[in-house]
């Protein structure tokens, strides 16, 4: 029998420990690896938790053998696109060097399953192209260059070691667990929903729009937001199609609806009933004028059905979360 225990890479923080949940939902046992650099051990409440760094593979080593799990989630990494092209050596060492170690690990530990969290960026700023599975990946930031990297570390496992895997590109991820067990917390924050909720509740003092001067209709950044639990939801499919022996495939995971930053800043008025104080500001660097999913391979092959994919949901699950855990997680 197949174990039901998976290593959840980045369990700690915000979209892994939704898949930690997910996971248990689904009767598997999620054992977190995480060293709280960016997560929260708080979150980590639905499996075990191994504390533990991928830059550190004795460590590694040891939790494969302790708890052999049958597959990887792989979550954890740097994420910040603005933080990676000032200091694009952490991100190539953090992420890549770091999944090089967890992937030569799960090799020597013969778990050759992996779910890999890759992401949109890995496509670049390609105006008028339709992103999907087969677009050219063009990174125009260390963040989405570091996860191109990672996937092609997992085809060259795949073809030398039998490695399989199944990677998904996200769009934006947003919302919050409905029940608010969990939600999003990055310190610093620098994700516009989060961002948004700190604003509306007085935490901080304003929001500033990255760009006003996009070719976009309104001016500002055009992004496709999925909500957390459907992501998550596709993952648990994912893991299923690997251990139903399908072949290693890339998925999307998007809406193919695409929101400026100024409709976001509408939504979430008319769904807090509480206006965003806000600014205008130069572009941030490495950010992408349009990054919108054209594929829905993941719902005609993989049999994804996204839920609570609204924009209106995503604001208003964030929001609840927010609301019921004002202090949000503490070291
Ligand atoms: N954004 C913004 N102000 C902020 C944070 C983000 O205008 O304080 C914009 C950002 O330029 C991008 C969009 O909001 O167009 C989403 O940014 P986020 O950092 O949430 O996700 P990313 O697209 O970088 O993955």
């Not at 260390?142 to 769009?171: M, P, Q």
Request: aromatic content about 8%; hydrophobic content about 35%; glycine content about 8%.
């Amino acid at each position: 029998m197949i174990s039901k225990t998976i290593l959840v890479t980045g369990g700690a923080g915000y979209i892994g420990s939704h898949a930690c949940k997910a996971l248990k939902n689904a009767g598997f046992t999620p054992v977190t690896y995480d060293n709280c650099s960016t997560g929260w051990e708080q979150a980590v409440k639905f499996g075990p938790f191994a504390r533990g760094d991928l830059l550190d593979r004795s460590r590694l080593d040891a939790v494969f053998t302790q708890y052999k799990p049958a597959a990887v989630m792989h979550f954890a990494a740097l994420s910040q696109v603005g933080e990676s092209m000032q200091d694009p050596g952490r991100y190539w060492r953090e992420n890549v060097t770091g999944a090089l170690n967890l992937v030569e690990a799960a090799v020597a530990a013969n778990c050759l399953d992996v779910v890999f969290s890759s992401t949109c960026a890995t496509y670049g700023d390609q105006d008028n192209v339709v992103l999907d599975e087969n677009s050219p990946q063009r990174p125009i930031n260390a963040y989405g260059a570091s996860k191109r990297a990672i996937e092609d570390i997992l085809h060259d496992f795949t073809a030398a070691h039998g490695l399989r895997h199944v990677i998904f590109r996200y769009f934006n991820v947003a919302g919050a667990d409905p029940e608010a067990e969990i939600g999003e917390f990055h310190q610093p924050e620098t994700h516009l929903i989060p961002l948004m909720l700190d604003a509306i509740a007085g935490k901080r003092d304003g929001l500033t729009i990255f760009g006003t001067d996009y070719p976009t209709p309104d001016g500002t950044c055009v992004r496709d937001y999925v909500h957390v639990s459907d992501l998550v939801d596709a993952h648990v499919l994912g893991l299923k199609w690997l251990q139903d022996g399908k072949p290693n495939r890339v998925f999307n995971l998007g809406t193919g609806d695409g929101f400026s930053v100024r409709q976001v800043i509408e939504h979430s008025h008319a769904v807090t009933n509480r206006a965003v104080p806000h600014v205008t500001g130069p572009r941030r660097p490495g950010d992408c004028a349009k990054l919108v999913s054209g594929s829905n391979r993941a719902i005609t092959e993989l049999g994804w059905a996204p839920q609570r994919s609204t924009l209106e949901s995503m604001i208003r699950d964030a929001w609840r979360w927010h609301q019921n855990t004002p202090n949000h997680y503490e070291k």
